[in-house]
């Protein structure tokens, strides 16, 4: 399989993180190894302080990538004050490092880069600007503008860090605008417009994934019970938005580590729950139910509650086909016995009666 350069959110901060404890080493190593440090002569009197607020800050940073490294997506503090931590170790690193002469200064470029990843423009504008101030207060405060030497090191620094900090965020800007794009893309073809639950095509695709993965699963068909009603009563304006809040009951009810739902097509929906039991998917349907409660139409002082009936089915080393024909036969058969309830492939059976499930074993 091809595999993709563009990183998301968690690989681009996982990738500074240790980026962080890479710098860490080498500013150690160059101001503590005897030999370098009479050499270069850097300024040791706050080092210790900034190494003991790096270190507190990184391990605890570092913890929290581990515990998100599940989900893959970013705490929005992290990046906040990743970014702010890494623009005060410059600053407070290039007084230590003799200022406008400081060889540690190209570590701006990276912050600039990293600013513009999250913010775009913006970041590149903001992290260009506030290193400028931060160096140039360094310098003044040193008294390097008296020096020709510090001087020429210093605007050949800035003129660098204006042609990076201009390029590097055209580029950054272009990769994660087609970051954007491809996502965009992705959702267009693997979700309902309308709904905003994976589409007939995308659960095909899944079924087969599952079944081949040899893995547990309930394959539950569900559809909107009188849902020509509700078009033809309603309108197919009213008929949207019910389509709409059903998506978003079953996207919110389902977790996502343990099952998908999906728009099947018209008022018909599937859901695939992965490693569970039969107990557990009657929770589920129970919690579909009573978030259904909420949804209702109303007309001349009519009140029309809107129900839904399923079709639930165990896998059980069935195809694609089967098991879909299986699911859709039990739908049907809540259907002919009155809807708004749940039938199972072991006969049981869940009865909605106002929000609460009434179980009976069909003989």
Partial sequence: MKQSLILNDYKTEFIFSLLRWIFLIAVVFLFYHPELSALLQFEKYSFHVLLVIGLIYMTVTQIALYKLAKEKSINTWILHLGILFDYMALIWLVALTDGANSPLFPIAFLIIMHATIY????????????????????????????????????????????????????????????????????ELVVKDYLTGLFNHRTFQQELKKVIASRKSFYLC??????????????????????????????????????????????????????DSSEEKVKKMILAI?????????????????????????????????????KADELLYVAKHQGRNRAIFDDHSVLVNRNNLLVETIAK
């Fill in 221 to 274: 068909m569900t559809d909107i019970d009188y849902f020509k009603e509700i078009n033809d009563k309603f309108g197919h304006v009213s008929g949207d938005e019910v389509l709409k809040e059903i998506g978003n009951i079953l996207s919110s009810t389902i977790p996502t580590k343990s099952g998908l739902a999906f728009r099947y097509g018209g008022e018909e929906f599937a859901l695939i729950i992965q």
């Fill in 289 to 325: 139910y009573q978030e259904l409660s909420n949804v209702s139409l109303v007309q001349n002082g009519e009140i029309y509650r809107v129900t839904m009936s399923f079709g639930v089915s165990k896998h059980r080393n069935e195809d694609a086909g089967d098991i879909v024909k």
């Fill in 119 to 186: 913010w775009s423009i913006r970041g590149a504008l903001l992290s260009t600007f506030a290193i400028l101030i931060g160096f140039t207060l360094v310098v003044l405060l040193k008294g390097q503008f008296s020096d020709i030497h510090a001087s020429f090191h210093y605007y050949l620094n800035i003129g660098f860090l204006l042609i990076v900090g201009l390029f590097g965020a055209l580029i950054t800007y272009r990769e994660r605008t087609h970051l954007r794009e491809k996502k965009e893309f992705h």
